[in-house]
């Protein structure tokens, strides 16, 4: 008992001495060259902001989507513990139409042409 008391008195000094010297740290006066921004030598011409493309956004979020189907369902024969297989590839079938049926929506709506 005593040995769990003195890991976690341990444990709690440890983070509250870390948490106080990550708040300290960042306080300390940085000069004119940390605050420069730095891009391989060169002074920097624009924004370092560059625009984002929503179409790219959308198919990675549709890659995303297809992936982790494809995540789920693989284990499915063997995670299942419904009654008869036929259940099974009832489910497997149903989630895949519906997958398939978002694919046709998004296809038909212009989501996934990437030049307009």
Not at 12 to 19: E, G, K
Not at 85 to 103: C, K, N
Request: net charge negative.
């Amino acid at each position: 008992m005593n040995l769990i008391i003195t890991i976690v008195t341990i444990t709690a000094l440890l983070s509250v001495i870390l948490a106080m010297v990550s708040f300290w740290l960042p306080q300390m006066t940085p000069d004119h060259e940390k605050l420069s921004p730095y891009e391989c030598g060169f002074d920097p011409l624009g924004s370092a902001r560059l625009p984002f493309s929503l179409r790219f956004f959308l198919v990675a979020i549709l890659f995303l989507l297809f992936d982790l189907e494809i995540a789920l369902l693989l284990p499915l024969p063997w995670g299942n513990q419904t009654a008869t297989p036929e259940t099974t590839f009832f489910w497997a079938s149903a989630v895949l139409i519906i997958l398939t049926l978002g694919l046709i929506y998004e296809w038909i709506q212009g989501g996934l042409e990437w030049a307009e």
